[in-house]
């Protein structure tokens, strides 16, 4: 029989504002094998704490139900609270009377009659509880970064400066990202450029940090600490470690007419191709939908031209498997497509553009050179025109737009206004938006600064219609502080597209077990607390994974992911969860039930022998549990059919106790 | 034969009589039955977006029970009693409050029904040759195709507009009306102010902004080069004419009568 004591917490007023504590602690009394009720205001301060390590010395406790919030909050608390006074941590047992209780509940009748009800089958629980202890798993040490943009490569420089090998892999044929994409940076107005490209070159020369360029996480297996990966490496049909990147195959390329992803498809590049300049690594790639080799046979000039050597038509994919004590995801954000959006004319006109592309068209390395021309004609725009929320804060189109606010647009639409401003003073910027949202350092002063500086016209109010007319767009938006409809004939229409996850980021949370939310942005462990942590052990959130963020936020970000990373990393041994599903062997019959749900593979079958009443050998097959890799989460021990699995601390008799006691 | 219910509207008995007339005769040519229900009501005009009043829709909500009765889609010609009876029909689906108090009036009627809870499916004219018909079709009964003219499809407001209730075509770059253009033998000019609004009932009262949206249309198609616009509206067609260019504007049921071979003077 266990001698139980029952803990009854205040919360202050969370608690005892709806609930008459004293009187859950009076009608816990009574409940079978409780020795000890009592409240006290605080039960997770010291000075609770120790009400109960003292009870449990005093009275001889085998067990203990502290009711008070969820489980999520204090469990651990009160678990080292009993540990310390020598109880095993896996005899506490919560009663959530907090959150599932008075927070729901208005009337102090009710809330006292659920407390009391809750308080009963934690105790019932309790009675039933067996000590349980932890196993202890090793930590490989090496974290892998899925992403090679800005969050990317800082959370992987971050924990390669702590000493922990890391690996980067990355779909692009270079790391770098949306931010090489872009011309200047806000509110400073540094060249993007400039301040990414030596990160870049930081990356290639450290000897920690491997980049898997071209490739793509294809399966994930094993748990914290020992993640096993497979990394699919492209066939980028030249060899990495032998080409110099002279770029001589880039220039002799007889198929020059494939549309430049660089720079969103407004100029061509080779079908032998070096993305960028400054791409890291500066290995050449072939596009095997446009190389005439590789579709036809016939060409090989840039094997011909090839003095290195590098090139290599018969490259296959290549899977390598690698493990991990962490994981970071870093797979960024894209513009959502425009193509829906008929009223801003963005399919019908070349000269409706969206903001990255307008990056692209400033940019000195970019299709114009970093004159800013029309696409149709090439001439200079002489008013332009900037829509702003195009598909965010959307509520009413879902179907092609975002609910949220993208964040990122106001800033860098102030940017682009001012810049062409200062470049081009002929020329009229309309900024038209629906609130103009600059918090952040400098962010605010940035924007006054285009508004009153640089007369850029700031309009409140949508545009609703942009029809070309000749060569010119026709504008039609309102103006909601004048009252009026505004007809503004433009050269330039620029879209503030709302962004969104990539796509490759639904089936990697698949792979990762890591959970989303509906807009397929990953979910942190707690949205205040544990911000770069997902609910997935051992998994991390660098970037606009996570929601949209602008570049500052986004570093100090990945830089607080690879902190986390590196606490796992410095750990030798991880403790695990004991609290893992079991399988008696002689009530399995080996269906194989069992192995089909758990989502984690922790469960295998073996041939075992037993020895029958008739004195006869038999050999049968029956489930084992891999315990480093069961998660807990029970769904085994609803499937299985002859009562075989159970999960330890949650046994099935167990949860029968916990239902009898509430209908009770 | 394919029998549909059909509800042709007050403005199709007056001022929009070939609509009607070309209508039906197109509609037999096609193996379509319009069944005129009997002792329509006027739609409710322009009352549709009035949220909290519902006398003005019953005479659609009995319209609707009517068809449901016989077991088919409801069909429309006119714009605007496609869109007051398609709105119509959607709140009673979607709201109860609504529903409810709908089908407590219509107890009220000498005539016992059943309460009324969406059942009908509304189509527009456009919506019966595309959907039912098929342009395809068309194409094969076409006697009298009207190759090298340019035309340009006026939506106006009523046809595609709200986007989710109407279900009828992208509201910001439709396709069915250009469609049906071709399938006569014409030649669609797409231009930017096609689906913006004529000015509508606002040309009793501010006809100068009347005018303004009904030239920014026609002007829009003329530039792109439309010898004619095509509407399925009657408010669309006055207010075009009224204040607009000089454009030719007809309904589409004369184009496709023509096409088919039914109409009775070309020269009109």
């Known amino acids: 029989m266990q001698r139980i004591g029952v803990f009854v917490c205040h919360c202050g007023t969370n608690i005892a504002g709806t609930v008459d504590v004293k009187a859950v602690a009076e009608a816990l009394k009574t409940e079978p094998g409780v020795v000890f009720s009592t409240d006290y205001q605080y039960m997770c301060s010291q000075a609770g704490q120790d009400i109960i390590k003292k009870a449990i010395a005093e009275y001889n406790l085998t067990g203990i139900v502290v009711c008070s919030c969820s489980p999520r909050m204090h469990e651990a608390t009160f678990r080292k609270t009993a540990a310390a006074a020598g109880l095993n941590p896996y005899m506490v047992e919560i009663a959530n009377i907090r959150e599932q209780c008075s927070w729901v509940h208005k009337e102090v009748p009710i809330g006292t009659e659920k407390a009391i009800i809750l308080a009963k089958a934690a105790v019932a629980k309790v009675n039933l509880n067996a000590p349980l202890t932890p196993g202890e798993s090793p930590v490989t040490k090496r974290a892998l970064v899925i992403g090679g943009g800005i969050a990317g490569i800082q959370t992987a420089l971050d924990i390669a400066d702590a000493g922990f090998p890391v690996d980067i892999v990355e779909t692009k044929p270079t790391i770098g990202g949306k931010m090489a994409q872009l011309d200047k940076t806000f509110p400073t107005l540094d060249c993007a450029a400039c301040i990414l490209t030596p990160k870049m070159v930081d990356v290639a020369q450290n000897d920690k940090i491997r980049v898997f360029s071209y490739s793509e996480v294809t399966e994930v297996g094993g748990f914290v600490g020992n993640f096993e990966v497979t990394i699919k490496r492209r066939a980028r049909y030249v060899k990495e470690d032998i080409c110099t990147g002279c770029g001589l195959c880039t220039e002799k390329c007889p198929q020059k007419k494939v549309p430049n992803e660089f720079n969103l498809g407004m100029d061509n590049r080779s079908a032998i191709y070096i993305p960028f300049a400054q791409a890291v690594p500066k290995v050449a790639t072939i596009d095997p939908n446009h190389c005439m080799k590789l579709k036809t046979g016939k060409c090989g000039v840039c094997s011909k031209v090839c003095t290195a050597g590098a090139i290599d038509y018969e490259a296959k994919d290549e899977f390598v498997k690698e493990k991990y004590g962490a994981i970071v995801v870093a797979t960024g954000f894209n513009p959502i497509s425009m193509e829906k959006f008929d009223e801003f004319a963005y399919s019908q006109s070349k000269d409706v553009i969206t903001s990255l592309e307008l990056e692209r068209l400033m940019n000195a390395a970019g299709p114009t050179g970093g004159t800013l021309l029309r696409p149709s004609d090439h001439e200079h725009p002489h008013t332009i025109v900037f829509v702003q929320c195009v598909g965010s804060r959307c509520e009413a189109c879902a179907e092609k737009g975002k609910e949220y606010c993208s964040k990122i647009c106001c800033m860098y639409t102030a940017k682009h206004a001012m810049l062409i401003r200062d470049k081009y003073p002929d020329t009229e910027v309309y900024v038209f938006y629906i609130d103009v949202r600059t918090p952040g350092k400098n962010f605010d002063e940035f924007y006054r600064r285009a508004v009153e500086e640089y007369g850029v016209h700031y309009i409140k109010g949508m545009v609703g219609k942009v029809s070309p007319e000749g060569n010119k767009l026709k504008v039609q938006g309102s103006d909601l502080i004048y009252g009026r409809q505004l007809h503004i004939d433009a050269d330039l229409v620029v879209l503030a597209a709302a962004i969104e996850p990539d796509k490759s980021a639904r089936p990697l949370a698949t792979m990762l077990t890591a959970s989303m939310d509906t807009n397929d942005f990953f979910t942190e462990a707690h949205p205040k607390l544990r911000p770069v942590e997902s609910p997935t052990a051992g998994v991390f959130l660098s970037g606009t994974c996570q929601g949209p963020k602008d570049i500052p936020e986004t570093v100090s970000q990945a830089g607080a992911a690879a902190s986390k990373v590196i606490g796992l990393l410095c750990k030798d041994k991880l403790t695990g969860n004991p609290c893992v599903a079991h399988s008696d062997e002689m009530m399995c019959n080996g269906c194989s039930t069992c192995e089909k749900v758990c989502p984690y593979g922790a469960i295998s079958y073996v041939d075992k022998e037993f020895r029958m009443p008739d004195r006869t050998t038999k050999v049968r097959r029956v489930a084992v549990v891999n315990e480093a890799v069961c998660q807990g989460c029970g769904a085994c021990t609803v499937a299985c059919m002859s009562g075989a699995m159970d999960l330890k601390g949650f046994m099935n008799k167990q949860i029968m106790a916990e239902v009898d006691a509430i209908c009770k | ?268």
């Open chain 2, 1 to 268: 034969m394919i029998k549909v219910s059909y509800f042709p509207g007050c403005t199709l008995r007056t001022k929009a009589k070939q609509l009607d007339l070309y209508a039906r005769k197109c509609a037999e040519v096609l193996g379509v039955q319009l069944c005129e229900i009997e002792d329509w009501q006027c739609c409710g005009g322009v009352f549709v977006s009035n949220n909290d009043e519902i006398a003005s829709k019953l005479s659609s909500v009995r319209a609707l029970i009517a068809a449901k009765e016989e077991d088919r889609p409801l069909v429309t010609v006119c714009s605007a009693c496609h869109n007051v009876i398609k709105q119509t029909n959607y709140q009673i689906t979607n709201d109860e409050s609504f529903r409810n108090r709908a089908n407590l009036y219509l107890s009220q009627d000498k005539e016992k029904r059943e309460p009324y809870s969406g059942e009908t499916k509304v189509m527009h004219y456009f919506e019966l040759l595309r959907d039912v018909v098929g342009f395809d079709k068309i194409k094969e009964k076409v006697v009298n195709p009207l190759t090298g003219r340019k035309i340009a499809a006026y939506y106006g407001c009523l046809l595609l507009r709200p986007g989710k209730v109407m279900a009828f075509d992208d509201p910001e770059n439709p396709a069915i009306m250009e469609e049906f253009i071709r399938a006569i033998g014409a030649e669609p000019v797409i231009y930017p102010y096609r689906n913006e609004c004529c000015g509508g009932y606002v040309a009793l009262e501010d006809p100068e902004s009347a005018k303004k949206k009904s030239n920014a249309v026609t002007n829009s198609a003329e530039s792109h080069g439309a010898e004619l616009a095509v509407t399925a509206c009657p408010l669309c067609k006055y207010n075009l004419v009224q204040n607009g260019s000089n454009i030719p504007v007809v309904y589409f049921t004369e184009l496709l009568a023509e096409a088919l071979g039914v109409k009775e003077d070309t020269n009109a």
